[in-house]
């Protein structure tokens, strides 16, 4: 299963420089670090591993960002770690908090923030430059479409089945 590709563009015949895996089940959209160079990947993972929902008691995706560098293996940065997946039903604050389906992915342009629109969860995960989320912001429902205006101090948020811009 190989999930992203490195081409040479430039070359006559496109051909494939490098190849990763394990970056995800669901990859949505794809940013380059303006620092870095890294290519940070908003993803869900499926836990198709493991049979049964009993077993899985409801813990069957996790919403993340995968970092990745050249010649180097996939960094995988969970948008949930706050999650206490041994209490089920989880407490209200602990839902709240949580970033689902994470659609796309913008950059400030100095790297040091980025923005993830969750999708199923009406907010924007602010990360910092390690990729933990550091705050939340409340938007319309269904976000999917982000556009940073840097100069101008502002993150716009297509929600898409709310049909608005926050």
């Known amino acids: ?28 959209n794809m940013a380059v670090h303006p620092a870095s160079g890294e290519v940070w990947v908003a993803n869900s993972d499926a836990r198709n591993h493991t049979r049964f929902e009993p077993i899985l008691r409801g813990d069957t995706w996790s919403h993340r960002i995968t970092r990745l560098a050249p010649r180097a293996a996939p960094v995988v940065m969970n948008l949930n770690g706050h999650i206490e997946h041994a209490v089920s039903p989880g407490p209200e604050e602990e839902r709240a908090r949580t970033l689902a389906q994470p659609l796309d992915l913008v950059f400030a342009p100095d790297g040091r923030t980025a923005y993830v629109a969750a999708f199923q969860s009406a907010q924007v995960g602010v990360l910092d430059v390690a990729g933990n989320v550091v705050a939340r912001i409340p938007v319309g429902f269904g976000p999917g479409g982000l556009a940073l205006d840097a100069v101008g101090g502002r993150l716009y948020v297509l929600n898409h089945q709310a049909g608005t811009i926050s």
């Open 1 to 28: 299963d190989t999930d992203v590709f490195t081409l040479d563009a430039a070359a006559l015949q496109p051909t494939v420089l490098e190849t990763w895996s394990s970056v995800g089940t669901m990859l949505f």
